[in-house]
């Protein structure tokens, strides 16, 4: 599915959980997160992503393909040799609770490259200041 107003909507409508050793951070779309950016300094991270391999273009797919991909998605990062942490979509309205990664030191290009390929809208994405942004794979 392309960009379009609603699904921009759908994406500032959702909260961003993340499981970090030491606590969890729900994240905003462009709200500053304390916590996050704490967290991302005594790890020395200049960058973090959220990704989902869940829901190709924002369709709703079974349960079993979901974890099918996410699974996937998963290996794919640790073979990246990145560290994944457990993460959750939620939305404010209805639709789906996704399952997804928070991925210290992933950069917006790597993220969108990786999001693309499992035909993905767009990815969560930041830098050392702890500020989410939504980034749009077809605006990289």
Known sequence: MAKT????????????????????????????????????????CAHFAVITAHNPGSVVAS??????RQAQLECDLLEGNYEPYAAQNLPDADGPVEESCFVPDL???????????????????????GVPHLVWIEDR
């Not at 349960?63 to 099918?68: I, W």
């Not at 950069?107 to 200041?129: F, R, T």
Request: hydrophobic residues 35%.
């Open 5 to 44: 107003t609603e699904l921009e909507a759908a994406y500032r409508a959702t909260t961003y959980r993340v499981f970090l050793p030491g606590g969890i951070c729900d994240l905003r779309v462009g709200e500053p997160c304390e916590t996050l950016r704490c967290w991302l300094e005594t790890a020395g």
């Open 63 to 68: 349960e079993a393909d979901n974890a099918e």
């Open 107 to 129: 950069a917006p290009e790597d993220a969108c490259a990786l999001a693309e390929d499992y035909g993905q809208n767009a990815v969560i994405s930041g830098s050392a200041d």
